[in-house]
């Protein structure tokens, strides 16, 4: 099965900014919503933000207005711009898609990209 590949992870200092690519060319499954997540060591996966396939996002408190999403649809590519990073951002970032965005199971997890956050 293919998988949804991420990448732009990297370390940077807390006030710093980097994009996240998301990779969709080669998955074949419905990509309606697409979302980001993220996973910190000894904590649970937390949907940081998603997004439409018509561009309407959502984010979680704990990145709204730090964040944003974006997709594009020609490119079969997903965004994370991610400006004022703090260190309890730092997490392994995936992204998944849904044939819905209050749907319960996203699909097509990838390997994942690291961001690191310094203090």
């Known amino acids: 099965q293919v998988q949804l590949v991420e990448s732009g992870g990297g370390s940077v200092q807390a006030g710093g900014s980097l994009t996240l690519s998301c990779d969709a060319s080669r998955y074949t499954a419905n990509t309606y919503c697409m979302g980001w997540f993220r996973q910190a060591?000894?904590?649970?996966?937390?949907?940081?933000?998603?997004?439409?396939?018509?561009?309407n996002p959502n984010y979680s408190n704990s990145v709204k207005g730090?964040?944003?999403?974006?997709?594009?649809n020609a490119k079969?590519?997903?965004?994370?711009?991610?400006?004022?990073?703090?260190p309890e951002d730092t997490a392994m970032y995936y992204c998944a898609a849904a044939s819905l965005c209050s749907a319960s199971t996203f699909?097509?997890?990838?390997?994942?990209?690291?961001?690191?956050?310094?203090?």
Do not use: C, H
Not at 66 to 72: K, L, P
Not at 76 to 86: D, F, G, I, P, R
Not at 107 to 119: F, M
């Open 41 to 55: 060591p000894g904590k649970e996966r937390e949907r940081v933000a998603s997004i439409t396939r018509g561009g």
């Open 66 to 72: 730090r964040f944003t999403i974006s997709r594009d």
């Open 76 to 86: 079969n590519t997903l965004y994370l711009q991610m400006n004022s990073l703090k």
């Open 107 to 119: 699909r097509g997890w990838g390997q994942g990209t690291q961001v690191t956050v310094s203090s």
